[in-house]
DNA sequence: GGCTCTAAAGTTTTT
DNA sequence: CTTTAGAGCC
């Protein structure tokens, strides 16, 4: 292999591996690069097998991306091999081979977030606590910090000092997190963070195991280390005690997760802890303009406690950073689309090309409005993941059920879904007597004579139907694939029915993410079975789907588009142009960061993020007025934009004139539909969703009562009805096979038949 | 036990 | 303004 189109720093910390190094990475400098090569480097020069290497990232995207890039260098055999991936992806899987260590069923459910408040919000309830003031969401975040810190329920007093005043009004979080984690352990379930508590509990108490994987794993890398939490730290910590072999790789001034528990403490410190380990700083931006890095440069200065470094591009000058005042929001967004349209009229810029970042989601509305009033097409990135629709989570949750029946969340979604007229009232006579008895819900309800369930005739036998069901393709299940049973569950469960029956309009489109669900499970068999000639279980599906979100779905149709996002989102992307909007106190600063200077600089790390996505042109804008819950509100311009150097920026008095604001040019510019997509897995949107023009299909425009069509799933059929509605154009349809259906025009997939 | 209406609340979110 | 969660009704 060659270093040769690397820099020397680059190079130098592409092959250095005597002992613990820190890669200091400025914004465009080549981080990836150097990961990359540094992993080919180690096998193909140093001679360390595939397997030997951990490479740690945050999102999957990333190992991907990573992998494939290692896989051109040194052929996809080696790649395959590498121990890459998230944090939670590999030590999961060290979890699932030791689990006999841990009092844990080898068949573990992963709860995901909404699992996780769910089961707060019933320990709550139980526990006889009000539910306003310890909300899941504020308890769940209590208990991820401490977990995040290491600090088990028994510690949790001591070690929680500086949420004392917190704890004033929630004094019983310990209590509750005490039980949370009896539950998950009787669920035969773990969180997120318990991946990496249990990891470390794992290597703690157990030496001979620690042992064994410091010496699978020779060498360890880690990105993104400025995100890393106290878990993760003693992780590495503890894999890296025995031969030092560690690299980790990071900006500090790129630090934007502190919210999530991530402690930028860990990459200033690295230096200190791994004593004496090497620092390399990649300081050339091969990104940005020279101006632009200056204006970031400039920027980031005011903040305390940085690594030193000096960014530099030798890049073209560049223009400064425009800064934009607009009246009002709507005005803010019709400037920056009327700037695109420009953009992309006048220069040789495509829509691809531009991004519109913001601090928060809510801001993403007026952008949409002016993106469609223009006519630009634009990609919406977040907002609900595919998997966290309430129809996917019923499919997987029966799935979940089916490999680990203690677990108590997807229980209780399945009995609940769909409707077998059991409710509350039996339900929480089901987890009392599951509760005493230590048994799971699952046990209580397959024979609730046996456990003497206080129900009368008919509750006891639908109980018993809908264990025995499950059972029933439990019992079958050994024989058959993932998909298989996926497909089994499906008509087992009555989900497919009760949607098929539904008259609800929206049932249409939970139809079609379900296919979607079976295809992606179908894919997961297949590729499996190709790639690793395994036999692909419900159980390791499952697993994968619970640390997959839909950032991870490259999407084939954000093909030439504007892409609007939360800054957040955008950390690791760039775009030729960017546009920053909303720069006011309270907002670009949050309001909830301005108390301190450790929120502040968060906030400003934040900026500094979203100002080095560019790399030719930045805009950042503001608004004077901002309609926001439903109030008007006056804010003030960014303290971060004065504290740009003046020489770097350049300010435009009004939007008015010097972005040819102008009614006339608005419906010049406008055209009736365009297509826009939300960055989710060619999902179906719902009905209900605003954004009306989701889809890649073109709907039908006019249908007339009597007219014959097809559609992809119902077949032939013939229009009876058509009527306008809030949402919509609807018709009503009598298939030939399906019956008769209530569809919305430009979702539905009609065609029209001669 | 399941559906419809009204009230409260409203950052960022790699897993 | 929106969305979501609980109380009330059938």
């Known amino acids: 292999m060659t270093t040769s189109s690397l820099n020397e720093q680059q190079k130098a910390a592409v092959m250095y591996n005597e002992g613990p190094s820190l890669v200091i990475a400025g914004a465009g400098s080549g981080k990836t690069r150097v990961l990359t090569y540094k992993i080919a480097y180690l096998m193909e020069v140093v001679g360390l097998k595939p397997y030997q290497i951990m490479a740690l990232t945050f999102t999957n995207k990333a190992a991907r991306e990573m992998k494939q890039r290692i896989a051109t260098m040194v052929g996809e055999e080696k790649a395959r091999h590498l121990a890459m991936g998230t944090f939670h992806s590999q030590f999961v899987k060290i979890l699932r081979a030791e689990s006999s260590y841990l009092d844990l069923p080898s068949n573990f459910t992963v709860y995901d977030t909404s699992d996780s408040k769910s089961l707060i919000k019933s320990i709550v309830k139980e526990m006889q606590l009000d ?86 794993f020779q060498y360890i890398l880690v990105d993104e280390y400025q995100d890393t939490n106290y878990a993760q730290y003693l992780i590495i910590k503890a894999l890296a005690a025995k031969h030092h072999r560690v690299c980790v790789v990071g900006d500090d001034s790129q630090s934007i997760y502190a919210f999530r528990g991530a402690d930028i403490s860990n990459i200033l410190h690295f230096q200190k802890e791994y004593a004496p380990a090497k620092l390399f700083k990649l300081e050339q931006n091969y990104r940005s303009t020279q101006m632009l890095v200056e204006a970031a440069n400039s920027l980031i200065a005011h903040n305390r406690g940085r690594i030193p470094k000096h960014v530099f591009s030798e890049n073209a000058a560049g223009e400064p950073v425009q800064v934009v005042e607009a009246y009002s929001d709507t005005e803010e967004a019709h400037m920056v689309a009327m700037r695109i349209a420009r953009l992309t009229r006048s220069t040789t810029a495509s829509y691809g090309d531009i991004a519109v970042l913001y601090r928060i989601n809510a801001l993403s509305r007026s952008l949409e409005d002016a993106m469609r009033n223009q006519g630009i097409p634009y990609v919406i990135y977040g907002g609900q993941s595919f998997y966290q629709r309430k129809e996917i989570k019923d499919v997987l949750a029966y799935l979940r059920l089916l490999v680990n029946p203690s677990d108590e969340e997807a229980f209780k979604r399945c009995v609940n879904y769909p409707a077998r007229g059991i409710g509350e009232t039996t339900i929480n006579k089901v987890k009392e ?80 993410n379900i296919d979607q669900l079976l295809g992606g499970i179908k894919e997961y068999v ?61 907002l670009f600063p949050s309001c909830k960061d301005v108390e301190s200077t450790e929120g502040i600089e968060e906030e400003r790390r934040l900026l500094y993020v979203a100002i080095t996505r560019a790399k030719e042109q930045c805009f950042l804008s503001y608004a004077k007025s901002r309609f926001r819950n439903g109030k008007t509100m006056y804010g003030m311009p960014s303290r971060f934009i004065r504290e740009i150097d003046k020489r770097y920026v350049q300010h435009h008095a009004k939007g008015v004139s010097s972005f040819d604001f102008s009614r006339k040019d608005d419906s010049f510019f406008s055209r009736p539909t365009f297509v826009a997509q ?38 032939i059929g013939v229009v009876s009805l058509v009527e306008e509605s809030a949402s919509g154009t609807r018709v009503k349809v009598q298939f030939e096979h399906s019956g008769e259906r209530l569809l919305l025009l430009k979702f539905a997939k009609l065609k029209i038949i001669d």
């Open 678 to 715: 939300r960055k989710m897995p060619g999902l179906v949107a719902k009905p209900s969703a605003v954004s009306a023009n989701t889809q890649s299909f073109t709907p039908l425009q006019h249908v007339v009562v009597g007219q014959k069509v097809l559609h992809e799933k119902f077949g």
């Open 433 to 512: 007597v599951s509760s005493t008895q230590q048994v799971s819900l699952f046990e209580v309800a397959s024979n609730p004579l046996a456990y003497n369930l206080p129900v009368n005739a008919p509750t006891a036998k639908r109980l018993m139907a809908f264990t025995e069901s499950l059972q029933h393709i439990a019992a079958n299940m050994q024989q058959q694939n993932a998909y298989e049973v996926a497909v089994q569950v499906l008509n087992m469960s009555g989900i497919v029915n009760a949607l098929k029956a539904s008259a609800d309009i929206a049932a249409e489109s939970d139809l079609q």
């Open 526 to 586: 297949d590729k499996q079975l190709e790639e690793e000639g395994q036999e692909p279980t419900l159980a390791a599906y499952l697993t994968e789907v619970a640390l997959l979100t839909d950032a991870d779905n490259d999407s084939s149709d954000d093909a030439d588009k504007v892409t609007l996002m939360t800054v957040h989102a955008a950390k690791g992307l760039e775009f030729p142009h960017v546009f920053v909007v909303g720069l006011e106190e309270e």
């Open 131 to 216: 539910d306003k003031t310890y909300k899941p969401s504020a308890v769940l975040s209590r208990i991820s910090a401490a977990k995040n810190k290491m600090i088990m329920p028994e510690a949790y007093d001591d070690a929680a000092g500086a949420s004392v005043d917190f704890m004033r009004r929630m004094p019983k979080v310990k209590a509750v997190y005490a039980a949370y984690q009896n539950r998950l352990r009787q669920a035969g379930a773990v969180d997120f963070d318990d991946m990496l508590c249990l990891t470390n509990r794992l290597f703690a108490q157990y030496p001979q195991v620690l042992e064994k994987y410091q010496n699978r």
